[in-house]
């Protein structure tokens, strides 16, 4: 079995700052690549960091520079630090999983976590 408990959204301020955290309980295969995605009504869900075992990270270029991914080193949680948030950056967010170095989600979504910036 596997599951995804996405944490740490809220309401903030733009200019603000946020950190979400995501705990994988997974049993059946080995976490290679840990990613956080975003969703707004009416538009496809879309990557926004992730990382490898390794410790690469690539993110999408509208957060670059502004949030940071990161994960513990058994590969069971990840994180987003979420700096100078803009009413842009206002989605659900979403973590997933997967067993290969690229991150592609390989498991049933979460519940999500709202973020949601406005002054």
């Known amino acids: 079995q596997v599951q995804l408990v996405e944490s740490g959204g809220g309401l903030v301020q733009p200019g603000g700052s946020l950190r979400l955290s995501c705990a994988a309980s997974?049993?059946?295969?080995?976490?290679?690549?840990m990613g956080w995605y975003r969703q707004i009504p009416g538009k496809e869900r879309e990557l926004v960091a992730a990382?490898?075992?390794?410790?690469?990270?690539n993110y999408a270029d509208s957060v670059k520079g502004r949030f940071t991914i990161s994960r513990d080193h058994a590969m069971m949680t990840v994180y987003l630090q979420m700096n100078s948030l803009k009413p842009e950056d206002t989605a659900v967010y979403y973590c997933?999983?997967?067993?290969?170095?690229?991150?592609?989600?390989?498991?049933?979504w979460g519940q999500g976590t709202q973020v949601t910036v406005s002054s």
């Open positions: 997933n999983v997967s067993p290969w170095a690229t991150m592609t989600p390989y498991v049933t």
């Open positions: 997974v049993r059946t295969f080995t976490i290679n690549a």
């Open positions: 990382i490898t075992r390794g410790g690469s990270t």
